[in-house]
């Protein structure tokens, strides 16, 4: 046999091995992760209840009465913990360090260029690929005063991610008597960054998922969006809903406008905006949007202090991922309604800053309140 042939061959062999060898580490650290995975449960006075895994923070499910008093799932999600390790990296996830996308991955501060990876074609999304919603939370069940509160905690690194700082972030789960349930979130940085956490649940209020979201009533309390590019980046406008399919200021079908002819639906294929919340005053807790289900007359109202909205209308479900009882999430069959800092803020002097500094702490609180209307 030639010397070319022979050493093809141990290329090829040592290029299987390293590629065994990658798979091997994955599933590894995979099983050690399994091994990790916890769920806990949060039930109200009336039975409802919330199931969330130390897994990304993810709620897994989340139960509240129709109008006829049947409790419903409302949430997309799987049956199992790790079910998420290889699913959809996002349902019901808590994200962090920065919610949403950042241009090219690039920001600076104090004259300091910062990359971070690029998991969004170009851009970055949702932290990176290992991103707080893909991480092990330590997570204690409060059962002193409040059973109905789960508390995680998670450390990340200084460099993690790109992101420069020792950064921890503590995040408490409550499940209230009057169906709300309140996200509060704290961090702290040894080092000057950024920070934009958010919450990640993919909503049916109908049937969590089994059907389309169209029909949903949707209110949406701004008089003014961030309009994007082509690549989902705001383009530093802050332009006027009125006279747009953006205007959600009284209430409408999610789908009424959403195949309309304007460009901004297009760069999206259909709702994938921020919108800038009407407030009298910065971190004022007002309410920021209503959802309203007509069949089941279930109503979700959201309560922030974070100064943006994204409405995402599920347009990239494609019926790839299957869930609870065998669902296969088809197209538009849950929408998002992320309270948050603008995306890209780091980029554009003119959006609310997402900068923390040593010595000082990132308080935020979100609220998903949820009636019924007969």
């Known amino acids: 046999m030639k010397k070319t042939s022979v050493l093809l061959i141990a290329i090829a062999f040592l290029l299987f091995q390293g590629c065994g060898t990658k798979k091997s580490e994955k599933n590894q650290d995979n099983m050690k992760m399994t091994d990790q995975l916890k769920v806990f449960s949060l039930t109200n006075k009336h039975g409802a209840e919330v199931k969330i895994t130390n897994f990304g923070g993810k709620v897994m499910s989340l139960q509240v009465p129709d109008k006829n008093g049947n409790l419903g799932d409302v949430v997309l999600g799987y049956e199992q913990p790790e079910d998420y390790i290889n699913g959809e990296p996002y349902f019901g996830a808590l994200i962090g360090r920065y919610g ?3 241009d090219k991955g690039r920001f600076t501060l104090d004259g300091e260029t910062y990359q971070l990876p690029q998991n969004n074609g170009p851009n970055h999304l949702h932290g990176g ?4 919603h893909n991480v092990i939370w330590e997570a204690k069940l409060k059962d002193d005063k409040n059973p109905q509160s789960l508390h995680l905690t998670y450390v990340s690194k200084d460099g993690e ?3 420069p700082g020792r950064f921890t972030a503590t995040v408490v789960y409550t499940w209230t008597d009057n169906y709300e349930l309140k996200i509060d979130y704290h961090a702290t940085s040894d080092k000057k960054t950024i920070v934009n956490l958010t919450h990640h649940s993919f909503f049916n209020l109908k049937d969590a998922g089994k059907s389309k979201i169209l029909d949903h009533e949707l209110t949406i309390h701004a008089d003014q969006f961030t309009p994007i ?11 006027e809903v009125k006279g747009t399919p953006m205007d959600f ?17 297009e760069y999206g294929n259909g709702y994938d905006h921020n919108w800038v919340l009407n407030k009298p005053q910065q971190d004022a807790m007002t309410l920021a949007a209503e959802v309203y289900e007509p069949t089941t007359g279930r109503k979700m109202e959201v309560h922030t202090t974070e100064p943006g909205l994204q409405f995402y209308s599920g347009n990239f479900l494609d019926g790839s991922q299957v869930g609870k009882n065998g669902v296969a999430y088809e197209y538009r069959t849950a929408f998002c309604l992320e309270a948050q800092h603008f995306p890209d803020s780091p980029n554009h002097e003119n959006f609310p800053s997402t900068v923390l500094k ?7 609180q979100t609220i998903y309140k949820f009636s019924t209307i007969q």
């Open 100 to 102: 949403n996308r950042i």
């Open 229 to 239: 590019d082509s690549g989902l980046i705001p383009t530093g406008e802050i332009r």
């Open 358 to 364: 040593p010595g000082e702490t990132y308080k935020k």
């Open 129 to 132: 690929p290992d991103g707080f």
């Open 161 to 163: 991610m790109g992101y």
């Open 249 to 265: 200021t009284q209430a409408k079908k999610m789908g009424a406008e959403i195949n309309a002819g304007y460009q901004q639906l």
